[in-house]
């Protein structure tokens, strides 16, 4: 990065240390520190690294999984979640499911699943995408917020497409009621 500097005054301003700067407070809070301990750390004022935080922020509130099959439109509703701010995407063709079976033993397959499962656990909203088989396995498994979107009945043998003027308005309530409670906390 070329150094850029920014006259403000009398004070010549580096935008690289400020990026810098900015990527460090941001690391250490990821890492889970609190606007405090960063603060002490590097000598800031809690206050400054609140409102940072607030410039920046896309979306406040829970953690969001969306995981779905076999699906037609996978890389569009991908590129939704991302946008929308969802913390993490995992969806399959048809083609990909049984690539997830295939060449391995059940043991591998079942501890496979069982770390998508702990995985999907550490959500607090999962969207859920696939035949009506699945929900009540789902809300078995997971101690989160299963919200539900049905592709067909079970069995489904070939991809669908899922309605994405609804999978917009699912997330934008997921979003929007998550921000309005967090609004009520403040």
Do not use: C
């Amino acid at each position: 990065m070329t150094e850029e500097l920014v006259r403000i005054g009398e004070k010549i301003i580096s935008m690289r240390k400020i990026y810098e700067g900015i990527h460090k407070i941001l690391q250490l809070r990821s890492k889970g520190l609190s606007q405090q301990e960063v603060a002490n750390e590097l000598g800031l004022d809690r206050t400054f690294i609140s409102r940072l935080e607030s410039i920046g922020e896309v979306r406040k509130g829970k953690k969001i999984a969306v995981f779905g099959f076999p699906l037609h439109n996978k890389e569009e509703i991908k590129k939704i979640a991302q946008a929308k701010g969802v913390d993490f995407v995992w969806l399959m063709n048809e083609e990909e499911r049984w690539n997830l079976v295939k060449g391995k033993s059940a043991l591998d397959f079942f501890n496979e699943v069982m770390e998508l499962v702990t995985e999907l656990q550490s959500y607090d909203i999962v969207v859920i995408i696939a035949s009506a088989r699945w929900l009540r396995l789902a809300e078995a498994l997971l101690n989160s917020e299963v919200i539900f979107l049905e592709l067909g009945a079970s069995p489904i043998t070939e991809d669908r497409s899922l309605d994405l003027e609804e999978f917009v308005d699912v997330l934008d309530s997921i979003v929007s009621k998550r921000m309005e409670k967090g609004k009520e906390r403040m």
